[in-house]
C-alpha cells in the first residue's frame, strides 16, 4: 500500500467562459467541481494503475467533506485528519485560450492539531510500504513539519517520495531526516540553489552534486516535453522521450511521482523505474483531466523511451 500525503487538499472548481469581463457579471454553466492538490493527483494516478493507495491529510468542513465523499464514490482509500477550519478551493477561470486562477492559501491549522495529525500518521503508518509527501504547507504548519513526519518514516524504514518546493523543500534538504526520492523540475532545483541551472547535462550534473542532496538515492529532475535527468546514487541518467499529442501538461510532475511510486513499490528494476515514471508523466499531458492518465497507452510510450547514462 502507498500512503500519499496532501496536507492542503482543495476542492479545484474550474468556470468555462467565452470572454471574461473584468469589473462585471460573469455568468456560466460550464463548471467542474474535483478533488485537487498534487497529492490527489498522485492518488488518483496510482488508482488509475492499479497500484494499491491511501489518502491522507488535513479535511475541514463541508470542503473537506466533498473531498471524502469523491474519493469514497471513485472507491480511492482515504483516511483525512479533521480539523475546525474549511478546507480551500482553487479557482479557475479558462477563457479566451487563458487559464486565469484564484488559490486560496487555506486553512490555518492548530498546533494540537499537527500533534494530533502526528499520532494519525503514525497508525497508517502500519499499513504502507511507500510514503509520498505533495504539495504545500498550510498555514500553521511549522517548515520542518515534513522532516518530523519523515523520521516516523526513517525509523520505521518506509522510504518517502517528497515532492514540494520553496521553503518546505529546502527546510527538508537541510535536516539530517532525508526524504529516499525527490522530484523537483528545473525552476524548483535553481530556486533550492539560488541560481539558474540550465538544461545542460554536465551544469544539471553539478547541482546535483551539491551536498544538500547528499543522502538522497534518487532525484528526478524533470524537464517537460525535453523528459529528465535521473541521479541514483552517484549515476547519473538523460532520459529522452517521444513526441506526444499534449492535451494538459498540468500535474504530470504529480503522475510522474506516481509512476515512480507505482513501479518502485512492485520492485522493478532502476531503469524500468525511470522509464514507468516518465511515461506515466506523459500519460497525463495526453489528458483533459489533471491527475488522470489511460493506462491503457502505457506500453506504446514505454517502448520509445531511451535512456542514456551520462
Ligand atoms: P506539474 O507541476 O504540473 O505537476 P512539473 O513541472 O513538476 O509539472 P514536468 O517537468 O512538466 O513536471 O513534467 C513531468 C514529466 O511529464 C516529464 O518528465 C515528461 O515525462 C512528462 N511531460 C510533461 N510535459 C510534457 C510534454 N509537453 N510533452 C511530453 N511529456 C511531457
Same mark, same amino acid.
Given at each position: 500500500?502507498?500512503?500519499? @500525503? ?13 470572454? =471574461?469581463?473584468?469589473?462585471?457579471? #460573469? ?42 465523499? $469523491?474519493? #469514497? ?22 477563457? $479566451? ?15 494540537? !492539531? ?7 500518521? !503514525? ?20 517548515? #520542518? ?14 522510504? @518517502? ?11 527538508? =534538504? $537541510?535536516?539530517?531526516? /532525508? ?13 533550492? =540553489? ?12 553539478? *547541482? =546535483? ?17 525535453? &523528459? ?9 541518467? /538523460? @532520459?529522452?522521450?517521444? /513526441? ?10 504529480? *503522475? ?18 525511470? /522509464? ?8 497525463? *499531458?495526453?489528458?483533459?483531466?489533471? &491527475? ?6 502505457? $506500453? ?9 547514462? @551520462?
Amino acid at each position: 500500500m502507498i500512503l500519499t @500525503v496532501t496536507l492542503n487538499p482543495s476542492v479545484d472548481i474550474s468556470y468555462k467562459l467565452n470572454q =471574461l469581463e473584468i469589473d462585471n457579471v #460573469n455568468r456560466t454553466s460550464s463548471v467542474s467541481k474535483t478533488a485537487g492538490g498534487k497529492g490527489l493527483n498522485v492518488t488518483r494516478v496510482l488508482f488509475q494503475a492499479n497500484s494499491p493507495v491511501i489518502a491522507t491529510g488535513f479535511k475541514g468542513g463541508y470542503l473537506g467533506a466533498f473531498i471524502e465523499d $469523491e474519493l #469514497n464514490a471513485s472507491q480511492i482509500k482515504n483516511s483525512f485528519y479533521p480539523i475546525k477550519e474549511e478546507t480551500r478551493n482553487c479557482i479557475a477561470v479558462l477563457h $479566451e485560450g487563458n487559464q486565469t486562477e484564484i488559490l486560496e492559501s487555506g486553512p490555518y491549522i492548530s498546533t494540537d !492539531e499537527l500533534q494530533g495529525f502526528i499520532k494519525h500518521f !503514525e497508525k497508517l503508518m502500519d499499513e504502507v510500504q511507500l510514503v509520498v509527501f505533495s504539495g504545500s504547507l498550510p498555514a500553521g504548519v511549522p517548515v #520542518n513539519y515534513y522532516s518530523d513526519l519523515i523520521k516516523i518514516c526513517n525509523h520505521k524504514s518506509i522510504p @518517502v517520495i517528497a515532492d514540494t518546493s520553496g521553503i518546505a523543500l529546502t527546510t527538508l =534538504l $537541510e535536516q539530517s531526516n /532525508k526524504p529516499y526520492a525527490i522530484k523537483p523540475n528545473l525552476d524548483e532545483l535553481s530556486q533550492i =540553489l539560488g541560481y539558474t541551472v540550465s538544461e545542460d547535462i554536465t551544469e544539471m550534473k553539478n *547541482a =546535483l552534486k551539491h551536498e544538500m542532496f547528499n543522502g538522497i538515492q534518487w532525484i528526478f529532475v524533470s524537464l517537460g516535453a525535453n &523528459g529528465s535527468l535521473v541521479k541514483h546514487d552517484d549515476e547519473y541518467y /538523460k @532520459v529522452n522521450i517521444p /513526441k506526444i499529442g499534449v492535451v494538459n501538461p498540468v500535474g504530470s510532475g504529480d *503522475a510522474t511521482v506516481a509512476g515512480f511510486a507505482s513501479a518502485y513499490s512492485k520492485d522493478k528494476s532502476v531503469i524500468e523505474i525511470i /522509464k514507468t515514471a516518465n511515461t506515466f508523466g506523459m500519460l497525463n *499531458a495526453m489528458e483533459q483531466q489533471t &491527475g488522470c492518465i489511460n493506462i491503457d497507452k502505457f $506500453e506504446g510510450l514505454y517502448k520509445q523511451i531511451k535512456i542514456i547514462e @551520462v
